[in-house]
Each structure stands twice: as structure tokens, then as C-alpha cells.
């Protein structure tokens, strides 16, 4: 170290490595700062399972198609329209090699176990997880002959012109406090974990946030970016917000703090009123829908009201429910007000009409004269022990983010593509997710992004 | 809450895993714990021992220490598994020796082998102890084969029917909810699984010792180790075929068959203990259960010396060191017996128990 790196990939998560190995193949010598230590690498995407990828056929681990129209249709509806067409159709086409990509890098799919969730034909699931995805790439770029350094937070970036020089680091490697590199790769995620930043949009009610992942994406390379001139992209209030549960750690909970049980009871606020058709949507509109309604709630509180005929009925959950002889009970362990809670409950109770339950349709049970009404799978809460779950919003990621080109190059405020400067995963999501989510988009982002990325930032410096 | 400590730990981890399912295409366990939501003791036993501590678990764990949620699933089904020997011991009054398995291991070695050294001192004068003795018949100048096949037969039969009542308590203890014998099916596929190490295989690239980097030295030792202990078997059970049914004595020329199977198990007996308990050495103290390393090494000590003494004893038969030798492999292969059923051996039994019940599961939900 101390010499000048061909390209220099700040972050450790997937869209970094990819980006490091596809430079590395590329030919260029690579540098790694990730800013967390070497058990927190890679982010959040330690804690991802899947990615979204297209593909023309089954294989062993999808069932199949799933072709590229549908996967643009698919954005085209999360988004509802707000995506920038060439760039998501772009990384819609390169998903599809992506998926032999990856698995050269060493990552390994599990075969499909038609287990717990409706994704096996437009998602492919990392065999062991986000984390052992994480440890092949790592190994693959070491084995490669890229650089890693942990505990390299960047502090400050030098750029010139839109021309990256060098990169300032929190605590000195090898006695350098500054890296100099030739290109620039931009790969260290969004600022979901930066709670004051989050304030900004969100005002106080930010501070009953839960971060679902790594406290190190707290933006501050982005901020950087974006106060050098880098050009905007996306709404900042916008991002993956789910409800999770309230005793979840304030961050890195993961996937295990997440509740799926909303069609199955309902849902009131801390004046034990309901808020919302709990009914609306199946899965996983309903799952990402739910966080920032918890959020809109006085004290961002909510609970999940369900009873005893249905506990077996969702995932199983890293916390017990809360349970209640009888309603009042239940009320008085909520902190909630007993009468409001039984009349809330008796008044669902009896708007809800005979139908035949299905959670896996739309199915004909509804209630009638209440607001908001619950238009399907609504069935009585009238089996003792009663239970709750008490939930709060958990912020996944975030969607503001640096402009790019389909070479995944930054786009400066002028217009004008950087001259070296390259980005890649959460930072950039923005540009393909203007808001909403569908299921392993962040993976595919990154992966695609990051290989783009990765080749260009090399091709750069080889230059 | 459970009957130990430990178990109500595996139950905590059990939850968190049983919320995630990342590791689901690991191994067999994630599968298993998936059919049930709550998890008796039987449950969390069974579990423990379909365990093949490949570590893969760990490492891809996004919740293992310094996580708070501090998830060691290797570890404590480690410690869990070793406790569930104890507790399914038969007869229950021995179910001690498991603790100080390493000690106990090494005094009843030491008996043995100083018992037979002795006997055959006694059984005729110290000329026959340290005489050459050569052709059919010469391990029988030192003692009889009536009294050799008497004595072994007795502590074989012993270890079996110990094995049996041990394994008949962890099967009953298991069952539950699903009962049921076993099926030849599930017998079959549980053979295929246990004599491949399938789930030792940390969902494909090997197993997890040292570091984050896998691989497949733990799978070829335990191996070499595993076949090596049939093969001898093998080369006993044709002797003793010879021996009855074509009246030839032992000791047999090097190219006959239990001379090739036993040289052949030899071997692996050597070579594969030697490299487990390297791989031992070696490996990640998080991964480890500290408490059963007595027992682990014990065992394998047992293994080694079994293998040795027979190398030694086929080298150097038609010397005065014969009879020595036939003393101490005769001692630790007695040794290895009484004890199979109060140490490491049972890890075996056990583990192929759970396999059977999988597999058995698994055909159930299909
Ligand atoms: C619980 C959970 C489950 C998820 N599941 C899925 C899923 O199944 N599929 C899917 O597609 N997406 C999923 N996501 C979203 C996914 O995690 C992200 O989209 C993805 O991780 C983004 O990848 P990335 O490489 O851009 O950022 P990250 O993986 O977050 O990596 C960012 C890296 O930058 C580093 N960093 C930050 N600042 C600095 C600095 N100043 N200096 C140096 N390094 C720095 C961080 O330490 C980190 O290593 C999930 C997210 C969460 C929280
Ligand atoms: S070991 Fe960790 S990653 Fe694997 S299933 Fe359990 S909690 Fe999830
Ligand atoms: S066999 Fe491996 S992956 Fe399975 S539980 Fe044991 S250590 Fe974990």
C-alpha cells in the first residue's frame, strides 16, 4: 500500500466486491476500504437472502421464465412509473447474465425448497444466506489479488473538476492518511442509519426508527458526493420501510425481526384505534407497505391484534406475542386503554360478514360499515388468549442517490458524466427505484451496477 | 425451560433460526427444525445430533458473536449433542464415565492391555511371552483361541446390548410426535447419508475448521478413520469365518484376505485419527466444545493405538516382539470395546439414529 491503485472501491458490501472483482478481471489493481470491522462487512447485505434476476427458462434453482418485460412491469408497478427507463431496462438485461456471473464469483444458489416464501420463480436464493454470498466474493477477490482493508472509514473525498484524486481516511493505513487512485468506485450504500439525516425529512419522528440493517450506511459518501457536485437522484423521503417489531434492536435486527401477520388480525394505534384496510394487499405489497404507515402513527407505535386460532398460521417470530386472557388483559400489557381496545375489537367483530378464508387469494371476507374497512381475510378476533405485536417502522434502505450513466459513471450537476468517478448499489438505487420495492432488487442493483462499475472504473485507469 | 442449561439455549437458537431459514440448504437441521415450532427436549436432542459440526452455519450467520443476538449454533449443539450421550446412557449409573471420558478411557486401556500382558505371562512361563512363534496357530501359543474368542465375544456383546438400550432411549425420545418404527426406506437413505458424510459438507464447499476458508480435510479424515474401523471389523469377521468354517488359523500370509482388509483398515486408522485430531487442533476455539475434548481425544487415542499395535503386530509378527504386541492390540481392542459405549464411538450411532428419523420425516411431509 502507499502506491496508487488503479481503482479505488469505497464500501464492502456486494455492490463493492462486485465492482472490485469485475475491476480486478479487468486487469486493474483494486483497493477495498470498507469502513466497518471485518465481522460487520459488507452491510446490508449480510442480511439479504435473495436476488431478482430475468431469466428465459427454469433451471434448478427458478422455477421459470421470467422474462424481461415482465420484470420491467413489475418495477413499472412498484414504482408506479417513477424509474428512469433506459437505466432499468438496461439493468433488467444485464440481470439475466448476472445470474452465471455471480455464480463465478463463487456464489452458490439453493436449489428451490418451495419453502417459506412465493419467490421461487422470479428469485434466487444465496445458498447459506447474504453473509455466506459475502464470504465467497471475499474469498474470490482475495484470492484474486484485490486489497481489503477494514475498519477504513472515509472521511473526505478530494475531487477536482468532477475528477476523483484521493480519498481521506478516518485513521491511517500503512501510515497514509490519503489514498490516491485513478478511478472511483462509489459503492458504500445509503444513509439509512443516520438518524439525524433521517430527521430532515421525517422530523422527530425519525428517532422511533429502527434501522433493520448495518449501523455503518450512514450516508456520509453520498453527503460528500452530493456536496462535490454529484447530481441528485431520487426523493429523499423515499425508501424500504416495513413494520417490524418494537423490541427489535435500535440496529441490525435483520430479516428475523420482520411480522407477516398483519392479514390475519388487525392493527390498532396507541389509542387502540385502527388505521388502515389491513386487508388491502397480498404478498409483498402488504409487507412494504406497513412501515410507513407505523410511521405516520402517533409515537410511530402500532400492534398487531390477532388471536390464538391463527398463531400457527405465519413464520414463527424471534419474539412471543403478547398474550391476554380477555381483551382488557391484553389492554392493560399494551399499555392501552382496555374500553377503547374492546370496543375497537367489538365493532370489527361485528362488521365482519361469512366468507371463506384464503390468505393466499383475495378472498370474500370483508367487514361492512366500518372505516377503514378490512376487505379481505377479515375474520372475529374472538379466540382467547388474545395476542399483539407490538411494531415500529424499520428502515431497509434508502433511495436518494447520485445520478449515473448506464456505464454506471456519476452524472455531475451540470450534466456532465465525471470524468472517473463511478457508482454502484444502494447509493444509486435511486436512479432505477423512485419509490417502492419488489423483493431483491437492492442484490440485483448492486450486483449489476457494481460489475458495470467495476469494468469501467478498470477500463478508466487502464487508459 | 428444559432439562439443562444448554438445552435452553439450543431452544433460543432454534426461535431465531426457526424466524430466518437463511441456512435452510445447509444441512439437514434447518429442514428438521422448520417441521416443528416448539422443541421438547427430545427435539432439541435429535437436532443436536444430526448436527455434523461443519461450522457453515457460523460463518454465514449474520447474528453470530459479537452479534447481541449471539447465535453459535455449532457450538451449542456441540455441547448439547455431548450431554445427550449422558443422558440416554445404558445403564443410566454409568452415564458419569462420559465426563471424564479421557480419563476413564485411559485407565480401562491401561488395565487391559497390563491384564493381558500378564495373563499370558501367567497362562505359561516368560519364554512363551517373548518366544518367536511362527505358521498357523502361533497367536494361539500365547492364549487359546477358546479363551480369546470367549473373552471378546463377551465384551462385544456387552458394547452392543449397552449401544442397543442406548439408542433404543434416544430413538423413543425423538419419536415424539412423529412415533413410528423405522422403515427400510429411511434405513437405506440414512446408510447412503452417513457413509458419504453428506452433511458434513457445509452446504457444498467443505467444512468450516480453521477459518472462513472450507474445505475437505475433516470429511477425508473422518473417512479414512470410519472405513478403516470396517475394514478391520471386516478382516476380524473373515478370520473368524476362516477360523470356523474352513479350520484355518491365524496368523494368515500378508496377500490373504483379512491380512489385506486388515492392513488396508490399518491404515486408515492411523492416518485418519492422527488427521482428526490435527483438524482438532486446528480449528476455531468458537467452534469448539471445550467440555467434550477429553472424550474426543480419548477416542481417537483408542482408534490410533487399535490401528497401531495391529500395523505393528503385522510387521513384526515372526519376531520375539510378537507377543508383546498381540498383548497390547488384544488389551486396547478389549479396551476400545467396554468403553464404545460411554465415549465418542456413540456420536455414530446416534447420529445415524437421527438420520434414520429424518429421513423418515422428510418422506412423511413429502
Ligand atoms: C434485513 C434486510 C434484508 C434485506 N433483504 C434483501 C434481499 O433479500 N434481497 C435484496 O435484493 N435486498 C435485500 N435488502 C436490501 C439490500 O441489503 C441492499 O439493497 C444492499 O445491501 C445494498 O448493497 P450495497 O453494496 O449497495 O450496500 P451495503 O451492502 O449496505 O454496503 C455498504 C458498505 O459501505 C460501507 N461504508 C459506508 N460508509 C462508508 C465509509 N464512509 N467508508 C468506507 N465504507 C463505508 C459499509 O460499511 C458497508 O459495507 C435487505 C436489507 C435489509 C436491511
Ligand atoms: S444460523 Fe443464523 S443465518 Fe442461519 S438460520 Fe440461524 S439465525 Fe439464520
Ligand atoms: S451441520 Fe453444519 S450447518 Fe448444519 S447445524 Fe451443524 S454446523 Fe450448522
Redesign the pocket.
Given at each position: 500500500m502507499g502506491s496508487k491503485y488503479d481503482v479505488l472501491v469505497i464500501g464492502g458490501g456486494n455492490a463493492a466486491l462486485c465492482a472490485a472483482i469485475s475491476a480486478r478481471r479487468g486487469g486493474a489493481s483494486v483497493l477495498v476500504l470498507e469502513g466497518a470491522p471485518k465481522f460487520y462487512r459488507g452491510g446490508n447485505t449480510r442480511h439479504t437472502r435473495n436476488m431478482r434476476c430475468a431469466h428465459d427458462a427454469a433451471t434448478e434453482i427458478l422455477t421459470g421464465p421470467y422474462t424481461e418485460d415482465e420484470f420491467w412491469e413489475d418495477l413499472l408497478r412498484v414504482t408506479s412509473g417513477q424509474t428512469d427507463e433506459v437505466l432499468a431496462r438496461h439493468m433488467i438485461r444485464e440481470s439475466k447474465d448476472i445470474l452465471n456471473w455471480i455464480v463465478e464469483q463463487g456464489v452458490r444458489w439453493q436449489p428451490s425448497l418451495g419453502g417459506t416464501l412465493s419467490l421461487g420463480r422470479t428469485n434466487s436464493f444465496f445458498l447459506g444466506g447474504g453473509r455466506a454470498m459475502l464470504n465467497a466474493l471475499y474469498l474470490t477477490a482475495e484470492r484474486l489479488g484485490v486489497d481489503v482493508v477494514y475498519d477504513a472509514e472515509v472521511t473526505d473525498l478530494v475531487i477536482e473538476d468532477g475528477m476523483f484524486l484521493a480519498a481521506r481516511l478516518k485513521r491511517p493505513i500503512n501510515g497514509e492518511t490519503e489514498i490516491r487512485a485513478t478511478s472511483l468506485v462509489a459503492a458504500a450504500g445509503g444513509f439509512e442509519a443516520n438518524i439525524e439525516w433521517l430527521k430532515q425529512y421525517w422530523g422527530e419522528a425519525a428517532d422511533n426508527f429502527l434501522i433493520r440493517g448495518t449501523p455503518y450506511n450512514r450516508g456520509s459518501i453520498l453527503k460528500m458526493l452530493l456536496d462535490k457536485g454529484v447530481q441528485e437522484v431520487g426523493d429523499p423521503t423515499q425508501c424500504h420501510a416495513v413494520a417490524i417489531d418494537a423490541r427489535a434492536p435500535k440496529f441490525d435486527g435483520g430479516i428475523i425481526t420482520r411480522h407477516d401477520s398483519v392479514v390475519f388480525g388487525i392493527v390498532v394505534n396507541k389509542h387502540a384505534q385502527r388505521f388502515y384496510d389491513e386487508g388491502e394487499d397480498i404478498w409483498p405489497k402488504r409487507y412494504a407497505i406497513w412501515g410507513r404507515l407505523v410511521a405516520a402513527q402517533p409515537d410511530q407505535i402500532a400492534y398487531i391484534i390477532f388471536d390464538s386460532t391463527v398463531v400457527n398460521s405465519f413464520m414463527p417470530t424471534l419474539f412471543p406475542p403478547i398474550a391476554g386472557q380477555t381483551i382488557a388483559e391484553l389492554a392493560g400489557k399494551l399499555a392501552l386503554d382496555p374500553a377503547a381496545l374492546e370496543k375497537t375489537i367489538t365493532e370489527f367483530n361485528a362488521a365482519v360478514r361469512p366468507g371463506t378464508f384464503d390468505h393466499t387469494i383475495l378472498d370474500d371476507c370483508v367487514t361492512e360499515g366500518i372505516t377503514p374497512p378490512k376487505t379481505h381475510w377479515a375474520r372475529k378476533i374472538e379466540t382467547p388468549p388474545y395476542l399483539a405485536y407490538p411494531v415500529r417502522p424499520g428502515i431497509t434502505f434508502t433511495y436518494l442517490g447520485t445520478r449515473v450513466t448506464k456505464e454506471a459513471r456519476m452524472l455531475m450537476a451540470d450534466g456532465k458524466p465525471s470524468a472517473n468517478m463511478f457508482a454502484a448499489g444502494e447509493i444509486m438505487a435511486g436512479n432505477v427505484l423512485g419509490k417502492g420495492y419488489a423483493a431483491g432488487m437492492g442484490m440485483t442493483i448492486g450486483s449489476v451496477f457494481g460489475r458495470i462499475a467495476g469494468r469501467e472504473a478498470a477500463k478508466h485507469a487502464r487508459n | 425451560m428444559h432439562g439443562t442449561r444448554i438445552l435452553d439455549e439450543a431452544d433460543r437458537l432454534m426461535t431465531v433460526c426457526n424466524s430466518c431459514r437463511y441456512?435452510e440448504g445447509?444441512?439437514?437441521?434447518?429442514p428438521a427444525m422448520e417441521m416443528r415450532r416448539a422443541f421438547s427436549d427430545g427435539d432439541l436432542n435429535y437436532l443436536a445430533n444430526?448436527?455434523?459440526?461443519?461450522?457453515?452455519?457460523?460463518v454465514d450467520c449474520q447474528f453470530s458473536p459479537p452479534h447481541e443476538f449471539n447465535v453459535n449454533?455449532?457450538k451449542t449443539?456441540a455441547v448439547a449433542r455431548a450431554e445427550s450421550y449422558a443422558a440416554y446412557a445404558w445403564p443410566q449409573v454409568l452415564s458419569g464415565a462420559f465426563a471424564r471420558n479421557g480419563l476413564v478411557i485411559s485407565i480401562v486401556a491401561a488395565l487391559s492391555m497390563a491384564a493381558f500382558i500378564l495373563g499370558f505371562a501367567a497362562l505359561s512361563d516368560r519364554g512363551v511371552l517373548f518366544g518367536v512363534h511362527t505358521g498357523p496357530g502361533a497367536f494361539y501359543k500365547l492364549m487359546p483361541h477358546q479363551a480369546m474368542a470367549a473373552l471378546f465375544s463377551a465384551a462385544f456383546l456387552y458394547a452392543i446390548l449397552a449401544l442397543i438400550m442406548s439408542v433404543r432411549a434416544f430413538w423413543r425420545d425423538i419419536g415424539t410426535p412423529i412415533g413410528g418404527r423405522a422403515d427400510g426406506v429411511s434405513i437405506f437413505q440414512a446408510i447412503r447419508d452417513a457413509g458419504e458424510l453428506r452433511?458434513?459438507h457445509?452446504?457444498g464447499v467443505g467444512c468450516y475448521d480453521e477459518d472462513d476458508k472450507p474445505t475437505d480435510r475433516r470429511k477425508l479424515f473422518h473417512h479414512l478413520t470410519f472405513y478403516g474401523f470396517l475394514l478391520c471389523f471386516a478382516a476380524t469377521s473373515v478370520a473368524t469365518l476362516y477360523h470356523y468354517l474352513l479350520g484355518r488359523e491365524a496368523p494368515y500370509p500378508w496377500w490373504d484376505l483379512p491380512v489385506v482388509l486388515g492392513t488396508l483398515g490399518g491404515i486408515g486408522l492411523i492416518v485418519g485419527p492422527i488427521g482428526l485430531f490435527l483438524a482438532k487442533m486446528r480449528r476455531d476455539p468458537a467452534l469448539l466444545d471445550e467440555s467434550s475434548y477429553g472424550m474426543d481425544v480419548g477416542f481417537i487415542a483408542m482408534l490410533l493405538l487399535t490401528g497401531l499395535t495391529g500395523m505393528l503386530l503385522l510387521i513384526l509378527r515372526e519376531t520375539a516382539a510378537m507377543g508383546p504386541l498381540l498383548a497390547l492390540h488384544l488389551g486396547a481392542v478389549f479396551a476400545l470395546f467396554i468403553t464404545m459405549p460411554y465415549g465418542k464411538f456413540v456420536h455414530g450411532i446416534y447420529r445415524f439414529a437421527a438420520l434414520v428419523r429424518y429421513a423418515q420425516e422428510r418422506r412423511t411431509a413429502a
Open positions: - | 441456512c445447509l444441512c439437514a437441521v434447518f444430526l448436527c455434523h459440526s461443519c461450522g457453515a452455519c457460523y449454533l455449532p449443539l452433511y458434513l457445509g452446504g
